[in-house]
């Protein structure tokens, strides 16, 4: 029984290690046909920002870019930087690569969990190998002590032929062997009922163990699942935001987008640029961008560049 167990614990990593080769196989081919897909995070603490920085190869062309706060900035093209005017030419290439990566990044987390159960497998494999040998051990033990016994009783025979008057001694050494026996036989017994109760406790700790598995599967597709609410909910940010930015210079508050530092919208008042608006632009703001107004919104444009969104949304 060891030695199958021992040949399933090898053929299971035998698997694990096809596996990873089979994948390290399948990113050189998917480089080798034109399209592979590199992604790192960065996260400043310091300056409060996220930063992903993306390097993609897709239809023949290198792609070089980071991802500031959800807006692409530092854009080449095999090598060539991109001018910011110049993005929009890009972003079905680049949504297709970001969407991939969100893809892969899904897969990598099932990878993890579906390696962790097989390394659980393995090493319960390597502890019922233990288990058996352990009751080979005893069995040769057992097999050992029989054989002696069986010496025993052969030389006991050969003396009770030639020495009768030793019979009587002889029936109280056979009478403390059987009970010897009665006491061995106990303990196997005892011990066949435990080997069964470990059994019963590993088939309750896989049942656990696969419950578990699922648990964190559907956990994954309600993580994927927010993460493209978070998305969309941000794109749409972005879509009012360039909206009220337009209203603004249509209506002469400011001069263009780049004169507009700063936004806040509530239920009381609008301030541009840190300028508090009268209360009849504030009322027509207030009811065209009635989502920003209800959260608590807040825009500001730094001259370093940096684009920031910020909305407290209060939920009843």
Request: hydrophobic share 30%; aromatic share 4%; no cysteine.
């Amino acid at each position: 029984m060891n030695i199958k167990i021992l040949k399933s614990t090898l053929l299971s990593l035998a698997a694990m290690a096809s596996a990873v080769t089979i994948n390290a196989q399948e990113k050189k081919s998917e480089k080798d046909s034109g399209q592979y897909h590199s992604y790192d995070i960065i996260k400043n603490d310091g300056a409060g920002k996220l930063k992903e920085s993306v390097q993609s190869l897709d239809d023949g062309k290198e792609y070089r870019f980071d991802i500031v706060n959800d807006k692409v900035t530092n854009l080449h093209v095999d090598g060539v930087m991109v001018p910011a005017d110049k993005y929009a030419q890009y972003d079905p290439v680049v949504g297709r690569i970001r969407k991939q990566i969100k893809i892969d990044q899904v897969q990598a987390r099932k990878d993890q969990v579906q390696a962790r159960l097989d390394q659980k497998r393995a090493l319960k494999d390597q502890n019922q190998a233990r288990l058996d040998q352990a009751q080979a051990r005893r069995d040769q033990a057992n097999a050992s002590i029989d054989r002696e016994q069986a010496e025993k009783n052969e030389v006991q025979a050969k003396l009770s032929e030639d020495l009768a008057r030793k019979d009587q001694a002889n029936a109280r050494l056979d009478k403390e062997q059987a009970e010897k026996d009665e006491a061995q036989a106990k303990l196997e017994q005892d011990q066949a009922m435990k080997e069964q109760a470990n059994a019963k406790l590993d088939q309750e700790q896989a049942e656990k163990e696969q419950v578990q598995a699922k648990l964190d599967q559907e956990q994954a597709e309600k993580d994927q699942l927010q993460a493209k609410i978070d998305q969309k909910q941000a794109e749409e940010d972005q879509r009012l935001m360039k909206s009220m930015i337009s209203d603004l210079i249509k209506d002469g508050i400011i001069p263009d987008e780049k004169s507009l530092t700063s936004v806040t919208l509530n239920s009381t008042e609008l301030t541009v640029n840190d300028k508090k608006q009268p209360d009849a632009v504030f009322g027509r703001y207030k009811e065209k961008y009635n989502r920003f107004a209800t959260g608590n919104f807040s825009y500001s444009n730094n001259q370093n560049g940096y684009h920031g969104i910020h909305m407290n949304r209060h939920t009843k």
